[in-house]
C-alpha cells in the first residue's frame, strides 16, 4: 500500500522559512517523479515545484528564487525549503508521486502553512 506522509507545516511571520518533508512508502520512490502542490481556500490546487526521477527540477513563478525542491531517494523522502514566505503562500501543501508508464500518481494528506503576522 502506497503512503505519503507530508510534515513540517504550521504557522509562520512573514519572511519566515519552513521546510516541508514528504515520506514515501510502499512503492519504488527512485523511479517516481515527484511535486509540491498546494491549494488555498476557493482556489485550484497549484504546482508548487517538482522533481524527476533525474532530478531536474521545475518552480512555479511565484516560487522561484525562494522555495527549492530536493529528494533523497536512499531515505525515500522529498523536501521542500521554503524562505521568505509571503502571506499568499498560505495553502495545504500537498505531496505527489507520479509514474505515467504504470499509470500510477499518489497523493499525501496535505500539510498545513499558513503566513501570517
Known amino acids: 500500500q502506497v503512503q505519503l506522509v507530508e510534515s513540517g507545516g504550521g504557522l509562520v511571520q512573514p519572511g519566515g522559512s519552513l521546510r516541508l518533508s514528504c515520506v514515501a512508502s510502499g512503492m519504488l520512490f527512485r523511479i517516481y517523479d515527484m511535486g509540491w502542490y498546494r491549494q488555498a481556500p476557493g482556489k485550484q490546487r497549484e504546482l508548487v515545484a517538482s522533481?524527476?526521477?533525474?532530478?531536474?527540477?521545475n518552480y512555479a513563478d511565484s516560487v522561484k528564487g525562494r522555495f527549492t525542491i530536493s529528494r533523497d531517494n536512499a531515505n525515500n523522502t522529498m523536501y521542500l525549503q521554503m524562505n521568505s514566505l509571503k502571506p499568499e503562500d498560505t495553502a495545504v501543501y500537498y505531496c505527489n508521486a507520479r509514474f505515467s508508464a504504470w499509470n500510477r500518481n499518489y497523493w499525501g494528506q496535505g500539510t498545513q502553512v499558513t503566513v501570517s503576522s
Open positions: 522533481i524527476t526521477s533525474g532530478g531536474t527540477t
